[in-house]
């Protein structure tokens, strides 16, 4: 049964719930979470006792608030515009607790609203604690909450915490060491949006239900790996955090890294949560180690300056809001790394993600190796090459096998041409957003596509001589690469003798067009 057809199923088995969000006046409330929650209540998929209860510093009434994040489901809902009458409907779930996070008064009189609400329901609620803070209070709230009690009932009990889960890999245990002192991990969930969206849980499906790619999903067959993450927006609003993170942290820790996992796991034994998330820990321990005088071999970073996106001039990376004139923080990270078991030896695996590039894009790239034998004459193979296996994740989600045919006529020549599955024009349903699938999960307690405390910390390990050797020797050529452009040059020397970037592919409707690589 897919997860949709299951999500519709076992709405009416949800217990009662209570959502609190902890930065509850804040922009991810505001455009992504209490959207989500709406989009889930017109599916019916919230149980029929629920409140979400905004807990934030600032001076605000349960009126306001509510006007504020009316406003936000209306630009940000997947069913456009509320209605008055179902705003109405949805509009008293939501109260607002003002308070300071970290006073011990806000925590009492959050654990007194809960109670009330439970009296009034006439039974127990699960308690969902939810962190859409700055990360400087995400090794706070915790222990606040279980100095009040409120995390004692595993049961019911659960925390959401957001990226970033650490500055690095003392940080990150620290903070999971914190987590760990309120809240058992079953309790923890470390959420990703990315793992969220139908083509990543796809991977999973496209692998192991199909007995045709499975069987052929390993060195001898594959030769290269690239998983790609493009943005087009520079960092908008988000200089000053930005500039103390970098694409590196921001990106590849978490996105980049679990989509290699997905990619790269072994087969699961059930499709139990832990059993998942030890096949993705698997992969993090078999990655090899990059010394740190081998760093320049296996990552490049760069920086973007003044350039064109989108036909429009756009300022270099210093010259946007809260970010130091002098800044070294990268903005593109590209690695190369290397799966050390039998499935994976010796397959390169290119990871690559960056701001202000030519083309919004998320995809997978799955290079299959050469036929050994060309069988055909040279004049027949004009435009030839391998076949390519991509699953595109943004800007549309969808699938696509490019292999070579017969051009007509009377000519054996051959051609590249592609096979295409479009979730929008396949399915009838809209895909839900990521955060109305990780929620949804949330609140029946199925931690399949969370991230665990052991994962987090083998991906920083990974990650920690390039963060280390980055931060001894700073950049003397940035910015190195223009907006609008596919990056540094240099990214194009990790990458073996035949092996090339690919041009994100295009998936507009039923069409699809493959680019020239980049």
């Not at 969000?21 to 409330?29: E, N, S, V, Y």
């Not at 995400?138 to 009932?153: N, Q, T, V, W």
């Not at 083998?458 to 940035?478: H, R």
């Amino acid at each position: 049964m897919d997860r949709e057809g299951q999500r519709m199923k076992t709405t009416d088995q949800l217990d009662p719930t209570i959502f609190v969000i902890f930065g509850g006046a804040g922009d991810l409330t505001w455009r992504k979470l209490v959207p989500a929650l709406f989009d889930l209540s017109q599916d019916r998929s919230l149980p029929e006792k629920f409140a979400i209860i905004a807990v934030d510093r600032i001076k605000l009434g349960d009126a306001a608030l509510r006007h504020r994040l009316h406003d936000g489901v209306n630009q940000f809902s997947r069913f456009g515009k509320a209605k008055a009458a179902v705003w109405n409907q949805f509009a008293p779930h939501v109260h607002y607790q003002p308070g300071d996070f970290k006073k011990p008064s806000t925590y009492a009189a959050l654990g007194g609203l809960c109670t009330k609400l439970e009296k009034q329901w006439g039974a127990k609620a699960h308690r969902i604690f939810y962190m859409a803070t700055p990360p400087s209070m995400f090794g706070e709230i915790p222990k606040y909450l279980g100095r009040a009690g409120l995390a004692r009932d595993r049961e019911f009990a659960r925390i959401v915490i957001e990226k970033p889960i650490g500055y690095d890999l003392e940080s990150a245990r620290a903070l999971n060491a914190v987590l760990a002192a309120s809240f058992e991990e079953s309790q923890i969930f470390r959420i990703d949006h990315y793992l969220g969206k139908e083509t990543v849980q796809n991977i999973l499906a496209f692998r192991f239900a199909n007995p045709l790619f499975e069987p052929i999903w390993n060195r001898r067959y594959i030769d290269y790996v690239t998983i790609t993450v493009a943005e087009t927006v520079g960092v908008e609003h988000r200089g000053g955090y930005y500039d103390h993170a970098g694409a590196l942290r921001d990106m590849v820790q978490n996105h980049l890294m679990q989509l290699l996992c997905l990619v790269a796991m072994e087969p699961m034994v059930s499709f139990e949560a832990d059993e998942i998330r030890n096949k993705k820990v698997d992969v993090l321990h078999a990655a090899r180690p990059i010394h740190r005088d081998a760093v320049p071999k296996c990552a490049v970073r760069g920086q973007y300056g003044a350039g064109n996106t989108s036909g429009k001039k756009a300022p270099g990376y210093r010259e946007e809001p809260g970010v130091a004139p002098d800044s070294a923080t990268e903005t593109f990270a590209a690695l190369k790394l290397f799966i050390d078991n039998w499935r994976w030896q010796d397959v390169p695996f290119y990871l690559r993600t960056g701001k202000r590039l030519p083309q919004q894009a998320s995809e997978v790239s799955i290079q299959f190796r050469a036929v050994p034998h060309q069988s055909f004459p040279p004049e027949a193979s004009l435009g030839w090459q391998p076949s390519r296996l991509v699953l595109s994740i943004q800007p549309v989600e969808g699938i696509v096998l490019g292999f070579q045919a017969k051009y007509p006529g009377a000519k054996m020549q051959l051609r590249p041409v592609d096979m295409r599955f479009n979730y929008r024009d396949s399915f009838a349903a809209p895909s839900p957003d990521a955060y109305e699938t990780l929620l949804w999960d949330v609140m029946k307690n199925d931690a399949t596509l969370f991230m665990r405390a052991d994962q987090v910390e083998a991906a920083w390990q990974w990650l920690m001589p390039v963060l280390g050797a980055w931060q001894i020797t700073a950049p003397s050529d940035f910015p190195n690469y223009a907006a609008g452009t596919w990056g540094p040059e240099e990214a194009q020397g990790l990458l073996a003798e035949g092996h090339s970037w690919p041009r994100p592919t295009e998936l507009t409707g039923a069409r699809a067009k493959k680019g020239k690589s980049s």
